[in-house]
């Protein structure tokens, strides 16, 4: 499985929706597209939120997070991510 991070930035509409009932909503609609949720959590700054998920192929990371947006009304970002150490073995190889 490979790894990627949903950055979420609340609107105002979804700040209104905000419950524990729709993170587990949320965490059930990854699950429902193949993926696994292995934290989540709430932030300051830039993102309001982090979904640190896994995903076989980057589109049904991409589709999860359109999905999401969809639902929520947060718009996500997605980035894949490596551990440091497959990155350090990478630059090794250079």
Known sequence: MNKFFLLGKYSSDAIQKMSGRR??????????????????????GEHDLIFIVEFERMTDAMKASMALSKMTGISFSTAAAIPVEEFDAMLDEL
């Open 23 to 44: 993170t587990q909503q949320a965490r059930q609609l990854i699950e429902e597209l193949g993926g696994q949720t292995r934290e989540i959590y709430a932030l300051l």
